[in-house]
Every structure is written in structure tokens, then in C-alpha cells.
């Protein structure tokens, strides 16, 4: 991180400003920061670098939509999710760059597959959240949540790609735009401030990491007003479509590097 070049601070610049717009417009969009910040960087050093900025959206985010977030479901997920951390970060102790790079190449596939397959089954899942909410399906409602919370856990843990799973979930519980960005801002705020002292611990985040996040901290605030300008305005299908190919490209370039 002390040799980065004019071109490589631009890439990180711009994926900086991405993390921004996607904490206050589409989450999906974040997944091809993380492949830039993974392709740039060391892969496992990336991961420390991305999180203090995955923060500062976090915060924008929660102060757009504070008013509107599910607590119930909040709770629901966070005992999965700390069960997820705790594997990723168990797989951290022990991996090196190219197994790190790996998986967040494979990941990246992975949430690319699953973004696919959310919106191709969105009609059915809409009508299964709708009978979660009134009561019905508990058991197999608590499981979907904890399923989906660990995998959640660990891919944010690893990658910071939790987004993708989540979206699925709360997609799928039937929520709308404004009680979905709500309750992704905070449980995403809630997580990532809690992942900080695992990261500190693996030595992902240190005195460099912070410099460099400091500079580009300032791209993800224009970022996030951007994204708070045009959320009401968004192509959802034409974007999630650039989103997934971007993202395959980045997880092809991953696993191929």
C-alpha cells in the first residue's frame, strides 16, 4: 500500500465513491468496489482497507433512512450473523493472499449467481414473506433467517460481500424499498463496527490502512449523495444487470490472476 500508483488511487477513488452510492441507492453495486479494492491490493489487506469506508456509507445510510428499519427482524438475524463472523474470521487466521483472493473471486461468482437467481424468483419469495409476516411458517421463517444469516456473516466477514445475501433475504421477506434500505443500513452499520476489533486483531486494519482510507473517505461522501438524488430515479433492471456482469468480470479476474 505505500508504492500505489496515480491510476490505482483513481480505481480506488472510484470504487470509494461506489461504496457511497451503493449504501443510499443499490447495495448490489458494491460487490464491484470489493473486486477493485481486491484487484488494486493484497487481497487480505483490501478487506481492512474497504471496511472503515463500508462505515461512512453505513452512517450515511442510517441517517437517510434511520425511521424505517425492522428491529424484529434485526434481532432475528444477529445471533446467525455473529456465528458467521466468527467462522470467517477463523478462516482469516489462517489464510494467505491467494487463498483470500480465491475466495473473494469465488464469492463474488457466488453473490452474482444468487443476485440471478433473487430476481428471476422474486414473485414466488414475495408471497412467502408475505406469510412469514403474518405469523405463518415460524420454524421454517427462523431457519431461512439463520441460514442466511451465517452465510451472511462469513461472506462479509471474508470479502465484505454480505450484501448480496441480505438483499436476497430481505427480498425475499417481503419488504419494500424504503423498510428494505432501512433495515440494510442498520444492520450493516451494526455489523461492520462490530467486525472492526476482529480486523484490528488480524492486522487488517492498521495506521497505513487508516491514512489511506482517510483520503478516500472523501470519496464516498459525493457518493452517497449521489445516491440519495437518484434512488427514486434508478433503471433497477438495467443497473443490476451492469452490476452482475462487473461482478462476474471481477470474480473471473480474481480467480484467473
Do not use: C
Amino acid at each position: 500500500m505505500d508504492t500505489i500508483t496515480l491510476w490505482a488511487f483513481v480505481a480506488l477513488a472510484g470504487a470509494a465513491t461506489l461504496v457511497g452510492f451503493s449504501k443510499t441507492a443499490v447495495s448490489g453495486a458494491n460487490t464491484v468496489s470489493l473486486a477493485v479494492f481486491a484487484a488494486v491490493l493484497p487481497a487480505r489487506e483490501s478487506t481492512g482497507v474497504l471496511l472503515p469506508l463500508l462505515i461512512v456509507g453505513d452512517v450515511f445510510a442510517v441517517y437517510t433512512y434511520r425511521r424505517h428499519a425492522d428491529w424484529a427482524t434485526l434481532v432475528r438475524l444477529f445471533p446467525a450473523v455473529a456465528a458467521g463472523v466468527v467462522a470467517g474470521t477463523v478462516f482469516m487466521l489462517w489464510a494467505d493472499d491467494a487463498a483470500v483472493r480465491t475466495s473473494i473471486g469465488a464469492i463474488l461468482l457466488l453473490m452474482a449467481g444468487v443476485t440471478v437467481w433473487r430476481r428471476r424468483a422474486a414473485g414466488k419469495a414475495d408471497e412467502a414473506g408475505k406469510a412469514e409476516k403474518t405469523g405463518e411458517g415460524q420454524g421454517s421463517a427462523r431457519l431461512k433467517a439463520g441460514s442466511y444469516g451465517v452465510l451472511g456473516g462469513f461472506t462479509t466477514m471474508v470479502a465484505n460481500a454480505g450484501g448480496p445475501v441480505m438483499s436476497m433475504y430481505l427480498l425475499s421477506a417481503g419488504f419494500r424499498k424504503l423498510g428494505f434500505l432501512g433495515t440494510s443500513a442498520w444492520f450493516f452499520l451494526i455489523v461492520n463496527v462490530a467486525k472492526v476489533p476482529f480486523s484490528v486483531g488480524l492486522g487488517l486494519i492498521d495506521g497505513h490502512s487508516l491514512l489511506l482510507d482517510a483520503a478516500l473517505a472523501l470519496f464516498v461522501i459525493p457518493g452517497a449523495f449521489l445516491g440519495k438524488a437518484v434512488v427514486d430515479r434508478i433503471n433497477q433492471r438495467l443497473f443490476e444487470r451492469l452490476v452482475i456482469a462487473a461482478t462476474v468480470v471481477g470474480g473471473a479476474q480474481l480467480l484467473l490472476r
